[in-house]
C-alpha cells in the first residue's frame, strides 16, 4: 500500500512540475490548425511564437530558447 501511495505522490509532484517549468511557455496555432512561427525564423525551426496574434500583443519569440513568452506588466 506504501508503494501506491509513493507512486501517486510521485505523479502528483511531476504534473506540478511540468505546470510551474512551462507557465509562460506559449504555442499557438491559427484558424487552420497550423503552428505560429516567428517572422525572423522558417516553419522549418521549432519557434513558435506570438508575436503579433490577437490576444498576445505583448508576447515574444525567446530566440536563444525557441520559445514563445508572454511579457507581464505590472499593473
Not at 58 to 75: A, I, R, S, T, Y
Request: aromatic residues 10%; charged residues 20%.
Amino acid at each position: 500500500m506504501k508503494i501506491h501511495i509513493l507512486f501517486f505522490l510521485m505523479i502528483i509532484i511531476s504534473v506540478i512540475d511540468v505546470i510551474v517549468m512551462f507557465g509562460d511557455d506559449v504555442r499557438p496555432i491559427n484558424r487552420f490548425g497550423e503552428q505560429i512561427f516567428c517572422r525572423q525564423q522558417g516553419p522549418d525551426q521549432k519557434c513558435n511564437a506570438i508575436c503579433q496574434r490577437k490576444g498576445y500583443l505583448l508576447g515574444f519569440c525567446d530566440q536563444k530558447n525557441c520559445l514563445c513568452k508572454v511579457n507581464h506588466q505590472n499593473d
